[in-house]
């Protein structure tokens, strides 16, 4: 019985610790990322849940967004979708496949709508294939 009182405790205070450790998807997915195909296209996202779209340093559109396990008609508990919603009200969904897994740099998104995919990185200057 000693025993169980002392492993509930220790138990509590080890998941605490890595749950803190562990940033949520709208904590990494935050600052610049740059298209891999064309890096004078960059998404900035913010805190405040905003994403500025730039082409060429010149902003082009700012949306609204937010991260969840849902989007329009897209439900999984085990994935995560992006919301984009322009100040019209119209909303662009995408599939998160990953954000700076491992530090990696890399932002991979599906498209919904065409099924496109979508890669950025988070370095101007970070070469991926």
Not at 33 to 40: A, E, H, I, L
Not at 65 to 71: A, E, G, K, L, W
Not at 102 to 119: A, C, D, H, P
């Amino acid at each position: 019985m000693k025993k169980l009182l002392l492993i509930l405790p220790i138990s509590f205070f080890v998941s605490g610790v890595f749950a803190q450790n562990q940033e949520s998807s709208s904590q990494r997915i935050v600052g610049n990322w740059f298209s891999n195909t064309n890096r004078n296209i960059k998404w900035y996202f913010t805190q405040d849940g905003k994403v500025y779209n730039y082409n060429q340093d010149r902003m082009t559109v700012m949306y609204k967004y937010t991260i969840s396990h849902n989007c329009q008609n897209y439900s999984d508990d085990r994935a995560e979708f992006i919301t984009l919603r322009d100040k019209d009200g119209n909303e662009f969904c995408f599939k998160i496949n990953g954000i700076n897994e491992n530090k990696n740099g890399i932002l991979s998104l599906i498209n919904l709508s065409n099924n496109q995919s979508l890669v950025f990185v988070n370095d101007v200057n970070l070469k991926i294939p």
